[in-house]
């Protein structure tokens, strides 16, 4: 694995409890394999819930019935491979499985389409038909758009050529570990999706990992990244 520097920038803020934070932050890049192929499964984009919603051009005003099952051809998957699916106004709990098996929630989006990534675990496609299946968890009659689902022979760290940083946070004087809530942002302050980060002691959403033990290990793609701890 090739190691390169990556720029980053704490920022402390002031806190009546003084801490620390240390990153490392040097990023151990996945290697790059030979160029594989997306392959689509579904061009479509699907409009779930109760309520028309004409102002949703990409989808049927009019609600289809879900969960929703998209069914395809693929050959198992030794390794991870990943997907790829498109969502607008995902407010709610949404699931994703596939031949029955759930492995991923859909990222919240808010009321513009966006793609995520979700990496598929190793053996949970089968030669053959398979089923990808996007079920409520919460609320199935809150309303949102989702599909353009893509898939690719590759794994999320080998597509996105992600490196892992790490961030702990102490107490200065006694260097005892944490909790804290470690932010991320690109250089013009968008969040950052943070990968293989959640744990049994963190929990994730786009931008922001909250550890309950004052560590936390995140990969992230090459670049210029702003981190900060608070409490």
Known sequence: MASIP???????LAYPLSFAALILASMALAPRRSAQEWRVIDERMHHLGNDETPKWSEAPAKPQSSPLEIAFQARKNDGEWL??????????????????????RLKHVNDETRVGRYPVPARILKDGPNVLLVRAISDPNDDMLVGRV???ESSLREVERLGRIEVRVTERASQAPLPAKITVVDASGNPADLY???SPTTAVRPGIAYTSQGKVSI????????VWASR
Request: aromatic share 12%; glycine share 12%.
């Open 6 to 12: 990556v720029r980053f920038r704490l920022r402390r």
């Open 83 to 104: 997907l790829e699916v498109a969502g607008r106004d995902v407010d709610g709990d949404w699931g994703l499985e596939l031949n029955g098996t759930p492995f991923a």
């Open 150 to 152: 893509r898939l690719i």
């Open 196 to 198: 293989y980060a959640e």
């Open 219 to 226: 990969e992230l793609p090459a670049g210029d990244w702003h």
